[in-house]
């Protein structure tokens, strides 16, 4: 992933990120999902939705407490 937490903050709304892996079936793949207009869309969000994926569950990650909608 490349991004940052500042992808909504500054003139970069639109950040094209790749992942690859399924996170041993956790993840749901070949799906292409568009946050353009979503509320939620902090990256901090979706690393804590993928942590839970890992085994790794935390109440917050950076300045989000709620995780990604979507990525399951």
């Keep these: 992933m490349l991004a940052n937490e500042q992808w909504t903050a500054y003139n970069s709304p639109k950040i094209p990120m790749v992942m690859a892996g399924g996170l041993g079936d956790t993840l749901p793949t070949g799906r292409s999902l568009d946050y353009e207009n979503a509320s939620n869309r902090k990256m901090s969000s979706l690393l804590l939705s993928i942590m839970d994926r890992m085994g790794v569950a935390l109440p917050a ?7 990604l909608d979507g990525i399951g």
């Design 61 to 67: 990650f950076g300045d989000a407490t709620d995780r």
